[in-house]
């Protein structure tokens, strides 16, 4: 189900935490060093935002603080910059309906799209019928394995394969650099969990030869599978050191499992995580979780400005990333207010 609303001349009505983190969260993306897109390239015709018809296609059902925060800031940015129309979406992950929502979306008359894809494949029939039409799609936060400034104009999202390192690193302090250690696996057939994944195991092969990767397994992004699959592990690995979850939710249900077990979460067993919400990072602060990797999910600012640029004719880098923070229990509490 769709809904559209006009939003021309309106103000941000979004609390000011919220506003404030997404001024700075522009401030800290940059593009990537690679090629760039622009109208002459991509097809079609300049138009100001104010003029345009801006659709949006979220993909996962809005049960997780990174979905809500995300549809969030696009939405309050959509109210900002005063789009003529802006129309939303939620596929509540099943992958026929965003297909369906974004074709839906192009015959309500959007001439812009923002994406924010449920599988990296999958997705081609409604990006073709886009394409056909030379509208412009912004991906964000889950790269496609397409071809950027061909199947759609830019990709807007964090560097998976760095957080996945970044994760490497804080468990590997957190340990000592020793010890058997399992990973939450995100679901399977998208780059978020391919790359978090490549992230970690790399950075611990180099730097931690001492720390044995036991198990990987999917948590499928989701808390209560994450409870699961820990429950399993640690019957099968009593001795288990650290988990690597590749979100806060799987990370938040492996938490759960150690405490059913009769063990002190984030001192018998360590955790580590890639999000940055609320929850974790609450449990971090209070010593009961060891660290997590930020994955910003305020893209509003930086998908509009990018789109600004677009559509007025400039060139847009095919890649922008986000920087994101990160979280362990030196720092945890002074930035809970960060945290979404």
Request: with cysteine.
């Amino acid at each position: 189900m769709s809904v559209g609303v006009a939003l021309a001349g309106c103000t941000n009505t979004g609390s000011t935490d919220t506003a404030s983190s997404a001024s700075e969260n522009t401030q800290r993306a940059r593009a990537s060093d690679g090629p760039t897109c622009d109208l002459a390239a991509y097809g079609g015709q300049k138009i100001a935002l104010k003029d345009a018809v801006v659709g949006f296609s979220q993909s996962e059902k809005e049960d997780n603080p990174f979905r809500i925060a995300e549809t969030r800031s696009i939405t309050e940015e959509a109210k900002k910059v005063g789009v003529k129309r802006f129309i939303a979406t939620n596929a509540q992950s099943q992958l026929s309906k965003q297909i369906s929502d974004i074709q839906d979306l192009i015959s309500q008359g959007a001439n812009v799209l923002v994406v924010a894809p449920l599988n990296s494949d999958g997705l081609e029939p409604a990006l073709r019928q886009a394409r056909e039409k030379n509208i412009p799609v912004l991906t964000v936060d889950r790269k496609l394995n397409a071809a950027a400034c061909k199947d759609y104009v830019s990709f807007l999202g964090s560097d998976f394969v760095e957080q996945g390192k970044r994760a490497a690193q804080q468990l590997i302090k957190g340990t000592g650099g020793t010890g058997k250690v399992a990973i939450l696996l995100g679901t399977s057939g998208n780059t978020v969990t391919t790359d978090r994944t490549k992230g970690f195991v790399d950075e611990i092969k180099a730097s931690a030869p001492g720390i044995q990767i036991v198990a990987q397994q999917t948590g499928e992004f989701a808390r209560g599978k994450g409870q699961t699959v820990a429950e399993q592990l640690l019957q099968q690995y009593p001795d288990l050191k650290a988990f690597y979850a590749e979100n806060d939710e799987m990370g938040l249900g492996a938490q759960a499992a150690i405490v059913a077990s009769g063990k002190q979460p984030g001192k018998d067993i360590q955790l580590y995580s890639v999000d940055g919400t609320r929850n974790a990072v609450s449990q971090v602060a209070q010593n009961r979780y060891n660290g997590v990797v930020e994955s910003n999910p305020r893209f509003g600012p930086l998908a509009f400005s990018t789109l600004s640029s677009f559509l007025d004719g400039k060139p847009v880098a095919q890649t922008v990333v986000i920087e994101d923070g990160e979280y362990d229990q030196s720092n945890a509490q002074s930035r809970l207010g960060e945290s979404y």
